[in-house]
Structure formats: structure tokens, C-alpha cells
């Protein structure tokens, strides 16, 4: 009586494809299982062995079958993958929408910001350390009418430089 691959692929842990193969190297299911193991130990040298397995018995067997997933299931782990592909989209959509943004002009990095920031105040810094040292001697001796122009056509300056200082951002 021949075996067939399905008893001889369980027996050795491999797939029906690989008994099949054997048999064209030169395997005879007809023969014993001592001689089809004398037979797989000389053609399976230098090759990782898998030990035999000893067959099933009814006993050990299990008493109940896997269960195959239900729709249910199948529907939920979908739907699971779905919202994960659906994360990973919107996610690439705000990516290239920073990225579109940025090329508009819309966006600057916080460090350019900090640098135009810091130039700006640096010479808004400047125009008052100006105010403070000329008015004094513009200012000595003149009446509060005579002042308020002076006062007022420097603050304009100092506002201009401003302006144009934030004008860059």
C-alpha cells in the first residue's frame, strides 16, 4: 500500500508540494517508513531537518474543529485597517498641505521668525537709545511748544523704522 503525500507530509512536517518533489528525486511512497526515512536521511544531507513527527492518533486529536471567522469579524478587522489607512491619509494630507504652505510663503520656520524678531527689536532698541541721548541737547532751553514738534517728528521716525523692520516678517 502506498502512502499518500498528505500522511507522508504531516508525518514529516513539510507541505504535499515537497513530497512531490521528492518523488521526482527519487522518493517511492510505496515503500516502508523505515525505508522512506533511510531514503530522506541520505537526500537531506547538509540541509536543515526538520524532525519526524510521530503520526496523529485519534486520541490526541482535537475533539472541536477551529472555528472559521465569522462576517462579523471579518467586517471589524476591516473596518479596523480602514480607519489606520484613513489616519495614515490624513495625516499625508497635512504633511503636504505644511509643505504647500511653506512654499506659498504662508509658513516660516520659527527660526527665521526668531532672527527677524531679534533684528527688529535690536533696532527699535538703537532708535530709542538714539531719542534718549540727542533730545536733550535738541530739546535744552526750548519752550513746550517748541518741543512738542521735535518730539513728534522723532517718534515718527522711530515708528517708520518700526514698520519697516515688521514689514519683513
Known sequence: MAYSHKQIAERYGVSRGAVQGWEKRGLNRG???EKIEEWRA???AGRVVIPPQKPATPEAAPTQKQEKPTAEVVISQAAGFQETRTAKLRKEIERLDLIIKREKGELVLAAEMRELGTRVVSVWCSELD???GDLPGQLAGLTEAE???KLKSRIELLKANAR???AGL
Open 31 to 33: 515503500w516502508s517508513w
Open 147 to 149: 518741543i512738542q514738534p
Open 130 to 132: 538714539a531719542l534718549v
Open 42 to 44: 541520505v537526500h537531506s
Open 164 to 166: 519697516e523692520g515688521f
